[in-house]
């Protein structure tokens, strides 16, 4: 082997290496970013049924919306806007015996560099009673390392459910 030869050997070997190993930590951080998504998820709904209007908050940007998609009796389609202040009052003032609970039945979980979207199956109960059922789309950014909710768009239907 000349050492024109073993020099190039030694070089494919080293980028291969490096390949596999950028490689590695690219799918270590996608893994990460998306357990961290998850978390964010999880930790505005644990807010909403433990009434702590300041943990969900705690998951969103300073200008998130709140966006529902909802189909009237007459069966027309209207897209209703929640304004965030109205929705954050609305799960620190907890009425006596109302319980909230969410159950996502999935994650689908989408990144772009700092950009993330999740798509979230679910049933919704109020007070154990099955209430309705929907998608919610989550809009996200990593701000300063941290994964916030830029807005969540959500549909509402009482069948047709999943679960």
């Keep these: 082997m000349t050492f024109l030869t073993r020099d190039l050997a030694i070089f494919f070997k080293i980028s291969y290496l490096i390949l596999i190993i950028s490689f590695t930590l690219t799918k270590i951080n996608g893994q990460t970013d998306t357990i961290d998504i998850k978390n964010t998820i999880n930790r505005m709904f644990k807010g909403m049924s433990t009434f702590d209007s300041s943990m969900v908050r705690s998951t969103f940007t300073t200008d998130f919306t709140l966006q529902s998609i909802i189909k009237t009796k007459d069966g027309n389609t209207h897209v209703r806007t929640e304004q965030a202040h109205s929705f954050l009052k609305s799960i620190g003032t907890k009425s006596p015996g109302l319980k909230y609970d969410e159950r996502l039945l999935s994650y689908d979980i989408h990144i772009d560099d700092d950009l993330a979207i ?45 679960e």
Excluded: A, Q
């Design 118 to 162: 999740g798509w979230t199956p679910y049933s919704f109960y109020l007070n154990d009673v099955f209430s309705h059922c929907g998608v919610n789309v989550f809009t996200l950014v990593k701000l300063n390392g941290i994964w916030k909710i830029m807005s969540i768009v959500d549909t509402r239907r009482k069948n047709n459910c999943l």
